[in-house]
């Protein structure tokens, strides 16, 4: 099985990036299934209706979240209602779900602790949720994104899962990483996929937004960037019947 995860849609320029390229992304390198990280669609914000909706649209199979989750109360209500939207399984247990089945595919939502929000471990999130997947005896291909700040904490997840899913990628810093590999038990790994949004900008908020706030320390609004946009995401190949990766790739492409 071919999976496609895509990084931090920043925006509506992201989300235009996604339905420019996707298409054909899909039909050039024969792509199974597409997981996309959502924390970031509305106006840099959360998600709505309607931007989830329109990455669906689009060929995304299933939508990831992370710190934003709760930016846009809209919507919680269709989080249980059969959205294709998952929220970090290291939050509470409602509203909402930490992972989801679709396709022939696990796809699982964790969020790190350093650096940001104080919630459950999700080192021991992940050991009991595991624990729960062995129980029902689903897919062996489970994928997991880790939204998460600090390196060392997206490293020691993926060697903590080595050989227990198929693949970790980390999220959240809208950075792309170089260090796609194999672990030695089977797992792919990338510290982070990056993001899709705005090349010219700050992490994907126009540049002078950004600037204001660090040089007058002063709390204001960011506002998404404009021009060209860059496509972030990372493919892997996963056996279906072992749940071990054997190919992980970097995927960037550039959209104007």
């Not at 992304?25 to 199974?32: A, C, F």
């Not at 909402?96 to 650096?115: A, D």
């Not at 021991?124 to 994928?143: F, M, N, P, Q, Y």
């Amino acid at each position: 099985m071919r999976i496609l995860k895509i990084g931090d849609v920043i925006g509506m320029p992201g989300r235009d990036a996604v339905r420019a390229l996707l298409s054909d992304l899909k039909h050039e390198k024969s792509i199974d299934f597409v997981i996309c990280n959502g924390d970031n669609t509305a106006g840099g914000y959360g998600i709505t209706a309607s931007t989830a909706a329109e990455l669906l649209d689009s060929g995304v199979d299933v939508l990831i979240s992370g710190n934003h989750i709760w930016d846009r109360k809209e919507i919680i209500p269709l989080m249980d209602d059969g959205l294709p939207l998952i929220r970090p399984a290291n939050y509470p247990d409602e509203p909402g779900k930490g992972h989801i089945h679709k396709g022939g595919v696990t796809v699982v939502n964790l969020m790190g602790r350093v650096f940001t929000a104080s919630l459950d471990c999700p080192f021991r999130s992940a050991e009991a949720l595991l624990e729960k997947l062995h129980e029902e005896g689903g897919s062996k291909v489970i994928i997991v994104d880790f939204h998460a700040e600090a390196i060392s904490e997206k490293q020691a997840m993926g060697w903590y899962l080595d050989g227990r899913v198929s693949g970790v990628f980390g999220t959240h810093t809208h950075v792309g990483t170089v260090d796609a590999k194999i672990l030695p038990k089977g797992t792919a790994y990338l510290t982070d996929v990056g993001m899709t949004g705005p090349e010219d900008s700050v992490n994907g908020s126009s540049v002078e937004t950004v600037l204001e706030r660090f040089l007058t320390a002063l709390p204001n609004r960011l506002s998404v960037a404009d021009g060209p946009c860059m496509l972030n995401s990372v493919l892997v190949d996963v056996d279906g019947e072992t749940g071990k990766a054997s190919l992980i790739e970097r995927i960037d492409r550039t959209v104007n």
